[in-house]
């Protein structure tokens, strides 16, 4: 049996060690600014948004639900140069990454960081870039410090997991072996094979969900998650439904056509725990160019 082509995309440009990069600006071991051996990288504190409650009659705690606030990163740091004019132009560099970039409503940064020989990623804004340019900046002495507010409390894969699934035709393709077992293939559609999407990491992660018309009517079920829509979208036309935290957002673009998700999807809850899937895609569509994309990053709780 034949399952579709499960793809992954890595950022270009390997960290080394105790490396972080911000808009393809380097900073950390072996850069011009690099961050300060003692204590100089502090990933925030872990703290909850919780609804506890304590009993007037016991004193004791009522737990209520907890959710995990996001946290503050940030660094001291030191330029690796005695030369003022190549420390002022170093900061520079770091200025134009630190303060640039899109920052409308709801966009994020992808930070990535290497430590202990494992590279990931983690999304929010770049805050605070502050420093003291005191006389001992004509020895080179320019020690900022940097924020980055994160927008959820998790760490990502630095590679973002893709599936590619089409009405009524497969496509060769497979594994990265070895893989997670048991896998499963259960055949739900007279013209769609089930696509194997295996989720990593130790936390629920996000999907992002792409349709592309023309289709009437699709549905996207991943295990127990299931997108369902009614309406139609043209030949052109796209659909991308976001559940990740910091969008949460349907997006469109080509012909608008009447496609929409159903009153019963929550896009808050729509996420794939770690393990393996089976992934079908449904519809209507008469000249088998509808598809869909399925994108995902394994998530997890610490560095």
């Known amino acids: 049996m034949t399952v579709g082509a499960l793809t992954s995309v890595a950022v270009v440009g390997g960290l080394e060690d105790y490396q972080f990069e911000l808009a393809g ?5 072996g850069c011009p600014i690099f961050v300060d051996a003692d204590g100089g990288f502090d990933p925030g504190t872990n703290t909850w ?3 506890d409650s ?4 016991t004193g004791a705690n009522r737990m209520g639900s907890d959710r995990r606030a996001a946290q503050v990163w940030s660094w001291t740091l030191h330029t690796n140069t005695d030369d003022p004019v190549e420390a002022l132009a170093e900061l520079g560099e770091m200025g134009r990454a630190w303060f640039g970039g899109d920052r409308s409503v709801r966009t994020v940064h992808m930070l990535r960081y290497r430590i202990a020989e494992r590279t990931r990623v983690i999304f929010g804004r770049p805050r605070e870039l502050s420093y003291k340019p005191g006389r001992l900046i004509y020895a080179g002495y320019l020690p900022p410090t940097a924020t980055f507010v994160k927008s959820d409390a998790l760490h990502y894969d630095d590679e973002e997991q893709s599936v590619d699934m089409r009405l009524g035709e497969t496509t060769s393709g497979g594994f990265d072996w070895p893989a997670v077992w048991p896998l499963t293939f259960n055949i739900t559609s007279d013209v769609v094979e089930p696509w194997a999407i295996i989720v990593g990491g130790d936390a629920p992660t996000a999907p992002v969900i792409e349709i592309y018309g023309p289709v009437t009517n699709p549905t996207v079920t991943i295990g127990k998650l299931k997108m369902r829509f009614t309406g139609s979208l043209p030949e052109g036309g796209m659909v991308r439904i976001d559940a990740r935290p910091w969008s949460s957002d349907i997006f469109r673009s080509g012909p608008q056509g009447s ?4 009153a019963d999807v929550r896009l808050a809850s729509a996420r794939l725990e770690p393990g393996a899937y089976d992934a079908v895609f449904t519809g209507e569509d008469d000249t088998g160019n509808a598809r869909c994309r399925v994108l995902w990053r394994n998530a997890w709780h610490t560095l």
């Open 49 to 51: 948004l919780d609804q």
């Open 54 to 57: 304590v009993s007037s009659l």
């Open 25 to 29: 600006y380097r900073f950390g071991d």
């Open 259 to 262: 496609l929409k998700l159903t």
